[in-house]
T-cell receptor
Framework: QKEVEQNSGPLSVPEGAIASLNCTYSDRGSQSFFWYRQYSGKSPELIMFIYSNGDKEDGRFTAQLNKASQYVSLLIRDSQPSDSATYLCAVNPDGSARQLTFGSGTQLTVLP | GAVVSQHPSRVICKSGTSVKIECRSLDFQATTMFWYRQFPKQSLMLMATSNEGSKATYEQGVEKDKFLINHASLTLSTLTVTSAHPEDSSFYIC????????????FGSGTQLSVL
């Protein structure tokens, strides 16, 4: 059983729309949650992290965490074609581990 | 964010040769670095955890004698793919943990290895 699940997509949204990316995790004791963006042929780039229930906003990005539902999401407002990439959800399983568990990623395409 | 430098970015080699990949943390000290492998359209697979001054911890199924890891200093870890074969062709990425309690990982730019 996968520990971190993401819809692989592809997810297509028109330019200017809100893109919603979802992630669920199996370990209820997970402490911290991360969203990485990966362009084709490049390494992942950290764009958001969240530790507490609720919303966290950074520019056009909003991360939402619901620990009771074991669910974390990423919203991208005013989507741009440059946002087209694979988005990886990553979870720190027990808060003390030094490694992250990654989901398989969701491929997002923003159509001009 | 913290900067992690990885070299080379691309390697093409013949089967049977060894390839060394370097990973450096440029503006912070990393007691722990991680090595991942990523096949096309798949997610990151953790290969091993590299600890400064001690032996690396390998994930199940990863051959430690084939993927040699040396973490000789707080800013440098190396991965050597020994006797590479075509099935070792992949995108190899290192990462380092920055900060104390925040557990954020920053990634190197990756190395595309192609074994002929």
């Amino acid at each position: 059983q996968k520990e971190v699940e993401q819809n692989s997509g592809p997810l297509s949204v028109p330019e200017g729309a809100i893109a919603s990316l979802n992630c669920t995790y199996s370990d209820r004791g997970s402490q911290s949650f991360f969203w990485y963006r990966q362009y084709s042929g490049k390494s992942p780039e950290l764009i958001m992290f969240i530790y507490s229930n609720g919303d966290k906003e950074d520019g056009r990005f909003t991360a939402q965490l619901n620990k009771a539902s074991q669910y974390v999401s990423l919203l991208i407002r005013d989507s741009q074609p440059s946002d087209s990439a694979t988005y990886l959800c990553a979870v720190n399983p027990d808060g003390s581990a030094r490694q992250l568990t990654f989901g398989s990623g969701t491929q997002l395409t923003v159509l001009p | 964010g913290a900067v992690v430098s990885q070299h080379p970015s691309r390697v093409i080699c013949k089967s049977g040769t060894s390839v060394k990949i370097e990973c450096r943390s440029l503006d912070f000290q990393a007691t722990t670095m991680f090595w991942y492998r990523q096949f096309p359209k798949q997610s990151l697979m953790l290969m091993a955890t590299s600890n400064e001054g001690s032996k690396a911890t390998y994930e199940q199924g990863v051959e430690k004698d084939k993927f040699l890891i040396n973490h000789a200093s707080l800013t440098l870890s190396t991965l050597t793919v020994t006797s590479a074969h075509p099935e070792d062709s992949s995108f190899y990425i290192c990462s380092a943990r920055s900060g104390s309690w925040e557990e954020k990982l920053f990634f190197g730019s990756g190395t595309q290895l192609s074994v002929l």
